[in-house]
């Protein structure tokens, strides 16, 4: 079993291509207000959680909400993709910018595996290339992380590591 092991007071990233089980993940191990999805917040702006158009607006807010918990010492996950490295960069900005620890959980499953499950999904039936994408650029950013700022960085390698996962906050 791997422990996930975060700073008590931290903003931690989920990373992981869309079906790795960020939500599930996120629901399992926080507390329902500590986590913020981009989904979420593009459902509040535009009616639709998957309305891209609405992703600039959705991140401004998500950001705002996650700036004001941190300046009341309350842990804060975001459930996002963070595949691309310009939205790893905006979310270290953020803790620094709080004076908390970025902390990066990488949920590892295999693009197969990720587009079995949006397969059954209704709300995810974008084509395969889309996670072609989203897997490649997880790939690249992977080695990184500490040297972008994260503090602290957990991967998962499997989605039974995933699953098994175990929480521990520290001091
Ligand atoms: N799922 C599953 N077994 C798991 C984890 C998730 O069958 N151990 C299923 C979920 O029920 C869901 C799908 O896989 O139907 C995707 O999981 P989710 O947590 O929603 O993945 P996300 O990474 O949050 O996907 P997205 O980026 O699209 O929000
Ligand atoms: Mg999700």
């Known amino acids: 079993t791997v422990d996930v092991t975060v700073p008590a007071l931290s903003l931690v990233a989920l990373v992981g291509i869309s ?3 960020k939500s599930t993940f996120a629901r399992r191990l926080f507390g329902p207000h500590e986590v913020l999805s981009s989904d979420a917040f593009r459902a509040m702006v535009s009616g639709d959680e998957n309305d891209q158009s609405a992703t600039a607006d959705a991140f401004e807010l998500l ?10 010492g309350l842990l804060t996950v975001v459930d996002a993709t963070h595949v691309q490295p310009e939205a790893r960069r905006k979310l270290v ?21 990720c587009a079995a ?3 059954a999904r209704p709300d995810r039936q974008f084509g ?16 990184s992380l500490a040297k972008e700022g994260f503090r602290s960085v957990t ?6 590591e995933v699953d098994a996962a175990r929480l521990v906050r520290t001091p």
């Open 128 to 143: 395969r290339g889309v996670l072609r994408r989203q897997s490649d650029q997880l790939r690249r950013g992977m080695r």
């Open 155 to 160: 991967v998962l390698r499997s989605a039974a």
């Open 117 to 119: 499950r949006n397969a």
């Open 19 to 21: 079906g790795s089980g």
């Open 63 to 72: 950001f705002a909400v996650a700036g004001k918990r941190l300046d009341r």
């Open 93 to 113: 900005a953020l803790a620094r910018a709080h004076d908390v620890l970025p902390a990066a959980v990488v949920l590892d499953v295999p693009e197969a595996e």
